[in-house]
């Protein structure tokens, strides 16, 4: 039996505010990455700084805000706000529980509450200044890890008031990190859409909205609305939707105080449950809720006095009630459905005429398929008892798991690969699912496929995302495949199937391609693991004649013992993302249609290849 330290007073041990937040990040940012997925830290630091110059702006104080990020690494924001208090900027970015937030006068209805934010960025920084200028003066601080290492006295200056933070992320915590503009701008326009007459500058790049959500929805809308998006706006409450032609399932984009709650809450519940009230009571008809909401898009925005949200990252609402002991999130948004929707309908029959043509199909379409899914969902369930294709893991995204974030489902080709990774997989939060061989080609197929392909049905069985994402079990859906022409095409099949049936997975971010080495070159001291013919090249020259090369040809090479590393913290992941302008068709019509010359140019720039030795 193993013994344990005695339990005395010099194991209790006192953390400093930077050290806590250094040695417990997850508690503050949700969890660290490399930039990779929009969930990952970097971005988290990003929000809370442009959080605070967003409040500024809702207050009515400042009417842009410039961000500039170098390299992919470096950020400065700079607003024009009122700027903090001379007197307390030290205070406010590094002494916890410090700030203006707490009084309800100042920041009504602010996103920052906890007086944590700012502080989390400079712990997290290897380097952080915060500058503060108000009617005339200039107030500098630069801290690195969250220790003051310069305190400058108050200096005169012509510039406008404001406050200017410039902050870089700590490489021995985010490794090997880069910021992506596509994240990034992302980001910036949903400020954009939900701040109107906002201006946020984004290297030198200008985004603005002046119709709000309704432009959100437009802009992000793949295919085509069945009638022109429903935007109204109410108190602390707006909201814009409509319904699209051949979509699967629901989508949403809702917000809270100007933070995008990517996993909902109670706001979003609401507006759910009501307008699937409120059309029934427009049309007199007792319709099933999901013939109502299949295919809707809905962007939905709520201001709330003292949100409280789930975890520090803020990306679901848990607050009953509009206010302290106000009325309650639930009867608010329903009573502006009940008033707004309803009126809407009446002015506009055109609008109520598509939308009910739209249910009736949706329901014809259930029907047809009910005996269907009863089948399929009857024999996965009897093949997922003896299902060796899937390896699932303890904690899943759809639970309250504080290690939510990093549940991870591998979907790898054979059973070579798919065991490599099992064994090297972490149980608690990493998932595998082997495909037999090559999966079907789905392009232009209809959702039937998905209960009538065994392997496809299995698939969107294990990840639960019949319906909606709502219960998705995986944060991070990767796809392991070689890297040849055989893995290319596979990673390409699996990527129509997500995009033909359940486009919303790849839009929120959830899909990955697994980036493993392409060598192993090292000595009798050193191993470095090469991605590309650079990384290579240069650890031959670094080793010298004693360099030991292997060349891995499929993931089945790569022993189990190597693999954690390659799924471990320092995991490297390629994005799946569909860019602002893409659509939905035509990226599906170049990846798997017919066989063009472009797209064959497309497949052979994008292996990994390089040559044999």
């Not at 200056?157 to 490489?171: A, Q």
């Not at 899943?396 to 997989?425: M, P, Q, V």
Request: charged share 30%; aromatic share 10%; with cysteine.
């Amino acid at each position: 039996m193993e013994s344990t330290a005695a339990y005395t007073d010099d194991s209790i041990v006192k953390l400093k505010w930077n050290e806590h937040i250094r040695l417990r990040p997850g508690m503050y940012i949700g969890k660290l990455g490399d930039g990779a997925s929009q969930d990952d830290g970097i971005y988290v630091l990003l929000k809370e700084v442009i959080d605070n110059s967003i409040d500024e702006f809702v207050m009515g104080n400042g009417k842009s805000i410039d961000i500039q990020i170098e390299d992919d690494r470096s950020v400065t924001v700079r607003d024009y706000g009122r700027g903090i208090p001379l007197g307390k900027v030290v205070e406010c970015v590094s002494e916890m529980n410090t700030g203006a937030k707490y009084d309800s006068k100042v920041f009504k209805k602010s996103v920052g509450l906890n007086g944590v934010g700012t502080k989390a960025v400079n712990a997290l920084s290897t380097a952080f200044c915060v500058e503060s200028v108000r009617d005339g003066q200039k107030k500098r601080a630069r801290f690195a890890g969250g220790e003051l290492i310069e305190d400058c006295p108050l200096e005169p200056t012509n510039e406008k008031n404001g406050t200017r933070i410039s902050f870089t992320p700590d490489e021995s915590l985010f490794v090997n990190y880069r910021y992506l503009p596509e994240y990034v701008e992302k980001m910036l326009w949903n400020y954009a859409y939900l701040n109107r007459g906002l201006t946020l500058v984004y290297n030198k790049t200008k985004i603005h909205s002046d119709n709000g959500l309704q432009e959100l929805l437009e802009n992000n809308i793949d295919g085509k609305p069945l009638y022109p998006v429903v935007y109204i706006q109410d108190e602390d409450l707006e909201y814009a939707f409509t319904h699209v032609e051949n979509k699967y399932g629901e989508e949403y984009h809702s917000f809270v105080n100007g933070q995008h709650t990517t996993q909902g809450g109670t706001h979003q519940a609401a507006f759910r449950e009501a307008f699937v009230r409120t059309v029934k009571e427009f049309y007199k008809k007792d319709y099933d809720p999901s013939d109502i909401r299949t295919s809707l898009v809905a962007a939905v925005s709520i201001k709330v006095i003292e949100p409280v949200f789930e975890s520090q990252t803020k990306t679901k609402l848990g607050s009953l009630y509009m206010e302290p002991n106000g009325e309650t999130i639930r009867n608010f948004v329903a009573n502006s459905l009940k008033k707004n929707v309803d009126n809407f309908l009446h002015i506009h029959p055109e609008v109520a005429e598509a939308l009910q043509r739209k249910i009736i199909e949706a329901e014809k379409e259930r029907k047809s398929m009910a005996d269907l899914k009863k089948i399929s969902r009857e024999s996965a369930k009897k093949v997922s008892l003896h299902n060796r294709k899937l390896r699932d893991c303890r904690v899943h995204y759809n639970s309250n798991d504080e290690r939510r974030l990093e549940t991870t489902i591998f979907i790898t080709e054979g059973d070579s690969a798919s065991g490599s990774i099992t064994k090297s997989r972490d149980a608690n939060t990493q998932a595998v699912f082997s495909l037999k061989g090559k999966p079907l080609n789905s392009y232009g197929l209809t959702q039937k496929i998905v209960y009538q392909n065994e392997e496809f049905n299995l698939l969107q069985s294990a990840l639960n995302i019949g319906e909606d994402l709502e219960g998705l079990r995986y944060n991070n859906i990767i796809v392991a495949t070689d890297a040849d022409t055989d893995g290319m095409h596979i990673r390409l099949l699996l990527l129509t199937f997500f995009l033909q049936f359940f486009p919303d997975v790849v839009k929120s971010g959830h899909v990955y391609i697994l980036q493993t080495p392409l060598f192993r070159v090292r000595d009798k001291q050193e191993t470095v693991y090469c991605y590309t013919e650079e990384e290579r090249l240069a650890a031959i020259e670094r080793f010298g004649n004693k360099a030991e090369i292997t060349r891995f040809k499929g993931l089945g090479e790569i022993s189990p013992n190597e693999f954690k590393t390659f799924i471990g913290p320092q995991m490297r992941l390629e994005p799946v993302m569909m860019k602002k302008d893409d659509s939905l068709k035509d990226l599906l019509a170049f990846y798997m249609g017919s066989n063009t010359p472009d797209r064959q140019e497309f497949i052979l720039q994008n292996l990994r290849t390089s040559v044999e030795e």
